[in-house]
């Protein structure tokens, strides 16, 4: 899975806002996660549902 932009490619694979936060939560102390799925009637890329944001406040280490 992936996508092509110019003359880059972008490796993607599927995930869900659990993955992301199971794997950013040792590094934030306050962290919000978001999908965003895209309006009804559009698509992101053929094969895509919306995207994964997520914001938060870095744990000092």
């Not at 932009?5 to 993607?12: I, L, Q, R, Y």
């Not at 590094?27 to 698509?43: C, F, K, L, N, Q």
């Amino acid at each position: 899975m992936g996508y092509q932009v110019g003359d880059h490619w972008f490796p993607a694979c599927a995930i869900t806002a659990h993955d992301v936060e199971v794997c950013l939560a040792p590094y934030s102390d306050d962290m919000r996660i978001v999908r965003i799925a895209p309006p009804e009637g559009w698509t992101v890329r053929e094969g895509y549902t919306g995207m994964i944001v997520a914001c938060g406040v870095r744990r000092d280490m």
